[in-house]
T-cell receptor, first 112, second 112 residues
């Protein structure tokens, strides 16, 4: 079983819809939680990160972390065709563990 | 501020050969991490360097090695290439790799 599980999709939604992307994880040492967006033939781009449990909002994007359930989410409001990409969750642990553990990514398409 | 630069962008090598990939981090970033991305396994951590020292290492065979220079630039070497080494190799630079990693566009390696 992988440390981080992410539904690979693909996920297609109409423009303007709210998108919900999710990851679950098994390693309770994870403390930092990140979402990346990756366009085709590009490197991943950091969208936002959250430390421990809670919510964080940045424009149309909201990240939620529930450490008790080992579950993180990314919500995209008023989705745009330019949001079409692969979304990757990533996590890292405590002191001395600087590596990021990634989910496999969810491919999202926003239909105009 | 210039982003992370990886060279070359594309490489085609033959089985048994070796290859060296290069990464120039964002100015001021002392941490450089390397990841392998494949359709089946997603993004997997190779190693992380900080101030010329390898600080973390992933579960890859010894054929994969790296180094970091005093100007924080990093190189990754793969010896005795196998077909399964075909992948996108991504370099990420950070001030704090636990919370933010800025990726380059990657080097697409094809082993034939």
């Amino acid at each position: 079983q992988k440390e981080v599980e992410q539904d690979p999709g693909p996920l297609s939604v109409p423009e303007g819809a709210i998108v919900s992307l999710n990851c679950t994880y098994s390693n309770s040492a994870f403390q930092y939680f990140m979402w990346y967006r990756q366009y085709s033939r590009k490197g991943p781009e950091l969208l936002m990160y959250t430390y421990s449990s809670g919510n964080k909002e940045d424009g149309r994007f909201t990240a939620q972390v529930d450490k008790s359930s080992k579950y993180i989410s990314l919500f995209i409001r008023d989705s745009q065709p330019s949001d079409s990409a692969t979304y990757l969750c990533a996590m890292s642990g405590g002191f001395g563990n600087e590596k990021l553990t990634f989910g496999t990514g969810t491919r999202l398409t926003i239909i105009p | 501020k210039a982003g992370v630069t990886q060279t070359p962008r594309y490489l085609i090598k033959t089985r048994g050969q070796q290859v060296t990939l290069s990464c120039s981090p964002i100015s001021g970033h002392r941490s450089v991490s390397w990841y392998q991305q494949t359709p089946g396994q997603g993004l997997q951590f190779l190693f992380e360097y900080f101030s010329e020292t390898q600080r973390n290492k992933g579960n890859f065979p010894g054929r994969f090695s790296g180094r970091q220079f005093s100007n924080s630039r990093s190189e990754m070497n793969v010896s005795t290439l196998e077909l399964g080494d075909s992948a996108l190799y991504l370099c990420a630079s950070s001030q704090n790799p636990k919370t933010e990693a800025f990726f380059g566009q990657g080097t697409r390696l094809t082993v034939v």
